[in-house]
């Protein structure tokens, strides 16, 4: 084999996969296995037994992790498109901000 088709991305990767699998089966064949019992079924909040029934889960945190996403990721297409030249990288950044301001409307609009 060539030395160059080992360090290309697609292969370090497909091996990367491979090995971390094998690590997963690894590690799962010899792990200790757990029966479940009553208590490890039964739900738990903040030293507290509750029903089920009454437990609610609130999005309200998932809100502000989608806004930091959505702010994230255009920061990293702005300044990685500040680096590049041509029309191109203007376009592609561009095509790419349009949709990810969509959806920050939309998270907006929605809190209201």
């Known amino acids: ?3 160059g088709v080992l360090s290309s ?3 370090i990767f497909v091996i990367s996969l491979i090995v971390s699998i094998i ?3 690894i590690g799962t064949a010899i792990s200790p296995k757990s029966k479940p019992s009553k208590g490890k ?9 509750i029903p089920a029934e009454t437990s609610t889960v609130s999005i309200h945190l998932f809100k502000y992790a989608a806004l930091f ?8 297409v702005i300044a990685f498109s500040f680096a590049a ?8 950044s ?3 901000c349009i ?6 409307l939309l998270l907006i609009k929605r809190e209201e």
Do not use: K, N
């Open 1 to 3: 084999m060539e030395l």
């Open 9 to 11: 991305p697609l292969t």
């Open 23 to 25: 690590i997963y089966a």
């Open 41 to 49: 079924l039964a739900p738990y909040a903040c030293g507290e037994d």
């Open 69 to 76: 996403m959505i702010f994230d990721s255009v920061a990293m």
């Open 85 to 92: 030249t041509g029309i191109t990288i203007v376009l592609l």
């Open 94 to 96: 561009a095509a790419y």
């Open 99 to 104: 949709p990810i301001l969509i959806a920050l």
